[in-house]
């Protein structure tokens, strides 16, 4: 952010957020699922020998998700963070057109008709690299899908609870669009939608 904000001194920057356990999902679905490919995302036999090795590899400050990770409660809680602006994942996978208006609002700019139908990225020859097939395979159709992990307990509840974004504070001055329980929030919320699990969705733009 330091250099970003030397460089560049009106810049904002967005972030797409999701509950760590549920990244930690993700990946070891992928991994499961290519299950004869020797994925370069680990660097010996040990670490990918079982999901506790996989995931504690990937948790590490300079891999995949750990560097992220840190990156981003670095950036948070920065004297620049009034630039930032988190989405969650599971609210925009749900609904995409409230959020994106609410990104705009904070970009300052007119919003632009989506199509969220037909939405494509792929990065094959990337994920060749890495031994890693589809690891930035997108489905054409923004939606939410539950599904239960495949995680043991256990690890699931371990990286649970990281997504300090979800507690206001006023350590941060960073923009978020996330869900929360109900709850008194720190500034009004401007309601985008409802989790399925009655939790109301809502977002702090500063």
């Known amino acids: 952010m330091p250099l970003i904000h030397q460089l560049f001194p ?9 509950n760590v356990a549920w990244i930690m999902d993700s990946v070891e679905r992928l991994i ?3 299950a004869f490919d020797v994925s370069r995302l680990f660097n010996n036999s040990g670490e990918r020998s079982t ?13 995949l998700v ?3 990770y840190n990156a981003l409660k670095e950036a948070f809680y920065s004297e620049y963070s009034k630039s930032l602006l988190l989405v969650d994942y599971d609210i925009l996978s749900q609904a995409p057109d409230k959020t994106l208006s609410l990104i705009y609002q904070f970009l300052g700019e007119e919003p632009f008709e ?9 990065a094959n020859e990337f994920d060749r690299r890495l031994n890693t097939d589809g690891l930035h395979h997108v489905r054409s159709k ?3 899908q539950p599904r239960a992990t495949v995680l043991p307990p256990d690890l699931f509840a371990q990286y649970e609870g990281l997504s300090f974004w979800e507690t206001p504070t006023s350590s941060s001055l960073a923009n978020v669009i996330v869900a929360q329980q109900p709850q008194i ?17 809502f977002s702090n733009l500063r």
């Open 10 to 18: 009106d810049a904002k920057v967005i972030c797409c957020v999701r």
């Open 32 to 34: 499961r699922k290519n």
């Open 51 to 63: 999901v506790y090795t996989r995931t504690e590899a990937l948790s590490q400050s300079g891999r």
């Open 66 to 68: 750990g560097f992220a």
């Open 114 to 122: 989506h199509d969220f139908s037909n939405v494509e990225y792929q």
């Open 142 to 144: 923004v939606e939410f």
């Open 185 to 201: 929030p720190l500034a009004p919320p401007l309601e985008v939608g409802n989790k399925a699990n009655g939790s109301s969705v």
